[in-house]
């Protein structure tokens, strides 16, 4: 089975994306600053997010298709803690949210059981 987020990165490029500054220096997956830039005094988001339409920088590919994150090992912990939902087994209604907004169905508990 694929997982869900490899075809789909809806929420890549639905939310504003942002993090505490020191993600870019001190974590153990610093987030490449210069992909990202300063909100305000406490916070960075990654570029591309801030926008009306976001879509983050990090993000390549086709949302709804072969979609990946090129920073995957250093992404922010905001993106590390975003769940699929029924990936725990729970609902997240923002992945639902995010999905709906591109056009993608929300994800279901079969979604993740494999037909192979
Ligand atoms: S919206 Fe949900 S399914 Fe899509 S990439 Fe994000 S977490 Fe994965
Ligand atoms: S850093 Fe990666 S996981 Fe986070 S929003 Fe950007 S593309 Fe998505």
């Known amino acids: 089975m694929t997982h869900p ?4 990165g809806a929420c890549c490029a ?7 500054w020191s993600e870019t220096l001190t974590t153990s997956h610093a987030v490449p600053e210069d992909l ?3 909100i305000n ?8 997010t801030e926008t009306k339409s976001p879509r983050c920088i990090s993000l ?11 920073i995957y090992a250093n992404r922010p912990e905001c993106c590390r803690s975003f769940s699929a939902s029924f ?5 997240n ?8 907004s591109k056009g ?5 508990l079969s979604s993740w059981v494999s037909t192979e």
Not at 5 to 8: E, H, Q
Not at 41 to 48: D, L, V
Request: charge should be neutral; proline fraction near 4%; glycine fraction near 10%.
């Open 93 to 100: 209604e923002r992945c639902a949210q995010a999905r709906i």
């Open 14 to 20: 639905f939310f504003r994306v942002s993090f505490h």
């Open 5 to 8: 987020c490899l075809t789909c």
């Open 60 to 70: 390549k590919g086709d949302v709804g298709g072969v979609i990946s994150c090129e």
């Open 87 to 91: 990936e725990d087994g729970t609902v």
């Open 41 to 48: 005094p406490y916070m960075n988001a990654m570029k591309g």
């Open 36 to 38: 990202t830039l300063q």
């Open 104 to 108: 993608l169905t929300p994800l279901a």
